[in-house]
């Protein structure tokens, strides 16, 4: 009989949902002439003591009110409102409609009184008209929304938890009652005077409680309704959510909370780059302007991971030109239209000039004319090949880009007169075993040349580790592997890396290279060093599902270990002496390195030029590494070039 009544009630709420717009209009107003007349008939019980339905005075009212009512709600606009999704605006157009009712009801019988017609009524029936419109129109949306909603739906339904019971979580919380795909179980709440109540119905809980509420209410999904976060606390949570296979998701910024528009299509994936690294250091704007405010800045490989957000930063300090050189189109041409968005969207009073260049840092003659034509101030080279195993298979073309592009770069930044120009290096330079690290190792050793043989150019080097989300990261590897259901592929469980978000690496290589004289290295602090493997299952349990191993064999994805890669190394490091000296910047050090004089360093990289002209491999690694001693090219390294 249940299931009966169920269909004939999804029956009827579907017919009247595909009615016409006309059609639902005349059917409300004549359900809610009959709401005013039962609302008189309250009205004059209430007021009189006894039932009263037929009498003269009960009739005479009942049409006056009626009469005076379809025209003030018509040109309130009471029947334009959508009632399946009725909130406060429609109650309050309905108060002030029943308000402007009570008006001149009660004017019309303190002129034309009529005989057992208490004028009270004239108060008293709005009133309660108006909390039957109200009962009315919450009726419609409960049954639209979420019995007929629920009824449309024939999925699994998730079983959700608010992180957070603010105004993001309630405006999600608001959301989600649109949405049959999920219901809402509880919220969690650091606030523990909050713990046990209970919001419009849902229950509140302690954070305490995280781990004992997920798994006493079968939490399929977690949202993260608390934007103003920092890493830490996201990553408090994650680890609070370890043993749980639940599903984990995010409110992305606050400016969707100021703008009070929270909704479930706000939420993004919780990605790792929101748990690793640290809270950001708020950046020192003197240090942030002083390269960059009013001036002309040139970029090289401005379509690249560091690049582009180089570019991104450095457009928000308004400089007078921002020149854009990369050597391929499709990158070139995101990266000039995004920044061109950007300035569309801030919509400064002084737009920057941007000029995007097609050129190949290796080309001399190139480089030279857009240097003489623009006359940069200010130079970051971030153009470089960065991925080990591709360079450790084409070592003469990453020779070549690597470290001839950073020396054409270098002396047309003098012979342009450039103040200040700025390597972006890695920390594969520091003890490099494979070529990639010791081509940026020999980078270094030419701008420390080159500044300590006098020059006006101030030349610095900025080193830091793996950035979160860069093209040759191992996270977006990780992800894709997990859409495909496994598995991940690990060269060593116990390989470890520093990590940094994109934007604060791109910030603090910007502060440091103001802070330049001439010849410095600076080092980013990294801060602690993440074990990939435990990094690997972190993004598992972050897409919900299990790692599969020895202990739990009917987890979700595998994780297998390869092996490690040549020229890899299971740990990076960041300097290459001791006794780092501190700056006026607590996440940047500055390390005081050996380096090679110019005089001598000029033959060696002469005769590093006519190998890599002459394509001779084995002679070019063999200069490399006689140029950075720390180098040691593998032996299969060398068999396999010789063969």
């Known amino acids: 009989m249940r299931i009966i009544n169920g269909d004939i009630v999804s029956t009827i709420l579907n017919r009247l949902a595909d009615l016409g717009r006309l059609e639902k209009r005349v059917l409300v107003t004549i359900f809610d002439v009959a709401l005013c007349i039962a609302a008189t008939w309250i009205a004059f019980s209430l007021r009189l003591g006894e039932w009263m339905l037929s009498s003269a005075p009960v009739r005479t009212y009942m049409i ?85 909603g629920q009824r449309l739906y024939d999925g699994v339904q998730k079983r959700v938890l608010i992180y957070g019971a603010g105004a993001a979580g309630q405006q999600l919380a608001a959301s989600i009652r649109h949405e049959p795909s999920m219901s809402l179980s509880a919220y969690i709440d650091d606030d523990g005077r909050l713990d046990g109540q209970v919001l419009d119905g849902i229950p509140i809980y302690h954070s305490a409680k995280l781990g004992r509420t997920v798994e006493r209410l079968e939490i399929s999904d977690v949202l993260l309704a608390i934007p103003a976060a920092g890493r830490s606390k996201r990553k408090k949570i994650v680890r609070g959510l370890e043993d749980y296979p639940v599903h984990v998701q995010t409110l992305p910024n606050m400016r969707a909370i100021m703008d009070g528009r929270v909704s479930i299509n706000d939420l993004r994936e919780l990605k790792v780059e929101d ?62 239209q995004e920044l061109r968005e950007q300035l569309s969207e801030n919509q400064f009073s002084n737009p920057p000039e941007i000029l995007p260049y097609i050129a190949n840092a290796t080309d001399a003659s190139r480089i030279r004319t857009i240097f003489a034509r623009c006359q940069p101030a200010t130079v970051f080279h971030a153009a470089a090949y960065k991925h080990v195993p591709l360079v450790e298979a084409n070592p003469t073309e990453g020779l070549r880009n690597n470290v001839v592009g950073t020396l054409i770069a270098a002396k047309e930044a003098e012979r342009a007169g450039v103040k200040n120009f700025i390597l972006i290096s890695t920390d594969k330079a520091v003890r490099p075993t494979n070529i990639m690290g010791a081509s940026k190792r020999l980078c270094e050793l030419i701008l420390q ?51 940094m978000t994109i934007p604060e690496a791109a910030q603090l290589v910007i502060q440091s290279g103001a802070m330049a004289i001439g010849g410095e290295v600076y080092v980013l602090d990294m801060g602690t060093p993440v ?113």
């Open 275 to 336: 748990l690793l690294g640290r809270d950001p250091v708020a950046p020192n704007q003197l240090l942030l302007g002083r390269t960059i405010v009013g001036k002309t800045v040139l970029v090289t490989g401005a379509g690249g991971s560091i690049g582009g957000e180089l570019c991104r930063q450095i457009i928000k300090l308004q400089p007078k030109t921002l020149i854009l050189l990369e050597m391929s189109e499709y990158a070139l041409y995101s990266i000039e």
């Open 449 to 499: 040349a080159l500044a300590a043989r006098g020059s006006t150019t101030k030349f610095a080097m900025v080193r830091f580790g793996n950035v979160l989300g860069s093209s040759g990261s191992v996270v977006p590897q990780f992800e894709r592997q997990i859409q495909a259901g496994g598995p991940i592929t690990l060269t060593h469980k116990d390989i470890t890396r520093y990590f």
């Open 531 to 643: 074990k990939i493997s435990e990094l690997a299952k972190t993004m598992v349990r972050l897409a919900g599902l299990t790692v599969r191993d020895a202990e739990h064999p009917d987890g979700d994805i595998e994780i297998v270990e390869i092996g490690l890669r040549q020229g890899e190394k299971l740990y990076e490091e960041l300097l290459i002496g001791g006794n780092p000296q501190p700056t006026k910047h607590q996440r940047i050090m500055r390390a005081d390195e050996a380096f090679i004089p110019w005089g001598e360093l000029e033959e060696r990289l002469q005769r590093l030029q006519l190998a890599l002209q002459d394509g001779d491999e084995l002679q070019a690694i063999a200069l490399l590494s006689d140029a950075v001693p720390e180098f040691k090219p593998q032996t299969a390294t060398l068999t396999a070039k010789s063969a």
């Open 64 to 148: 006056a009110a009626v009469l005076l009512w379809l025209p003030i709600a018509y040109f309130r606009g009471v029947y334009r409102a959508i009632f399946r999704v009725a909130g406060a605006g429609t109650m309050i157009g309905l108060a002030r409609a029943c308000g402007l009712l009570a008006a001149p009801l009660t004017l019309l019988f303190v002129l034309f009184p009529v005989p057992d017609l208490p004028r009270t009524i004239s108060v008293l029936q709005p009133l309660i008209f108006f909390v039957l419109l109200c009962l009315s129109r919450i009726t419609a949306r409960y049954l639209f929304i979420e019995v007929r």
